[in-house]
């Protein structure tokens, strides 16, 4: 007596679904795997940015009175902080931008109406970054920090 199966056999049927699903399924890993590349290449600038306002903060004109020592300036920054610390970025690519909002002075401003104020530092750092894997690109990573000028 023959056995017949319940259900005709379909030859060839999972070779057929894994050329369709596997190079969704490679794709799609790809993608996270580069996707969370660019989320930690955006951390690092970002830290960069936090970084440079902190140390600029400190070396205003107080610390040139103190130390003798030559205040912060936007290419100390960068290649001090910025450029010293970018492990993995391009350097060609990173570009830091400094501004003071009155001076470099961490001292109160006073305006006319009598308000107290303490300057600021303010840090952007950009970096052009292209995916590793994929042919698109640049994206322009971009992090500003502020930090109040201590004295």
């Given at each position: 007596?023959?056995?017949?199966?319940?259900?005709?056999?379909?030859r060839g049927v999972t070779i057929v679904e894994s050329a369709v699903v596997v190079p969704v399924a490679l794709f799609l890993i790809l993608g996270l795997i580069v996707g969370g590349a660019g989320i930690y290449r955006y951390l690092q600038v970002a830290?960069?940015?936090?970084?440079?306002?902190?140390?600029?903060?400190?070396?205003?004109?107080?610390?040139?009175?103190?130390?003798n020592q030559p205040a912060a300036t936007n290419q100390t920054i960068h290649d001090q902080v910025?450029?010293?610390?970018?492990?993995?970025?391009?350097p060609n690519r990173l570009q830091t931008q400094v501004t003071w909002?009155?001076?470099?002075?961490?001292?109160?401003?006073?305006?006319?109406?009598?308000?107290?104020?303490?300057?600021?530092?303010t840090v952007t750092v950009t970096y052009d970054w292209f995916p590793e894997v994929f042919l698109v690109g640049p994206y322009t990573l971009r992090s500003t920090s502020t930090f109040p000028m201590s004295y």
């Open positions: 007596m023959q056995l017949r199966h319940p259900f005709p056999r379909r830290s960069l940015a936090r970084e440079a306002s902190r140390w600029a903060s400190v070396r205003g004109t107080d610390y040139t009175q103190e130390t910025v450029a010293a610390g970018a492990f993995g970025l391009d909002d009155q001076s470099n002075a961490p001292r109160r401003v006073i305006n006319s109406q009598g308000e107290a104020r303490i300057n600021t530092v």
